[in-house]
């Protein structure tokens, strides 16, 4: 069943924050909605580098992701799409939805003139590196992070 994409809203944030903290690994880091995600979505609807995306199926969000666009000085000048915060309803995974959202994601960075869409996933999501991986994306890097507070 094909979903619809769009550009979030203000009122999709709280159902954004609750798809992103069910999940164990991102449960204890997210929080409930606040203040905080609602000056984030204001920050990202803001920037035109940035889009806070939702799928429909219809009519009913069944999925999120940012996508970040990323120019840069390496790789000749490229500008890279970063995708980050992939979510799809418990409800409704694991019938291809996932599939058709990063489809689109991977063909609006083409759209935009990206050459190269990238992203990270936690270590321990093993499900994930195989979804990725059925995707064409390679595991090329190793990544860091470092908590500021």
């Known amino acids: 069943?094909?979903?619809?994409?769009?550009?979030?809203?203000?009122?999709?944030?709280?159902?954004?924050?609750?798809?992103?903290a069910d999940d164990t690994i991102a449960a204890a880091r997210q929080g409930a909605f606040g203040d905080e995600h609602r000056a984030?979505?204001?920050?990202?609807?803001?920037?035109?580098?940035?889009?806070?995306?939702?799928?429909?199926l219809d009519g009913e969000v069944v999925g999120t992701m940012q996508l970040t666009y990323i120019p840069g000085i390496s790789r000749r000048g490229a500008l890279r799409l970063q995708i980050e915060a992939v979510r799809i309803a418990a409800t409704v995974r694991g019938g291809g939805l996932g599939r058709q959202m990063m489809e689109w994601a991977v063909e609006r960075g083409r759209a935009r003139g990206c050459a190269l869409v990238q992203l990270t996933t936690d270590k321990a999501r093993?499900?994930?590196?195989?979804?990725?991986?059925?995707?064409?994306?390679v595991a090329s890097h190793e990544g860091y992070k470092l908590a500021l507070s």
Do not use: Q
Request: hydrophobic letters at 50%; proline letters at 6%; a negative charge.
């Open 126 to 137: 093993k499900d994930a590196h195989r979804f990725y991986d059925s995707l064409g994306f």
């Open 1 to 20: 069943m094909p979903m619809t994409f769009r550009t979030a809203r203000i009122d999709d944030v709280p159902l954004i924050v609750a798809m992103i």
């Open 40 to 56: 984030a979505f204001e920050a990202i609807d803001a920037d035109p580098n940035n889009e806070l995306i939702v799928a429909e």
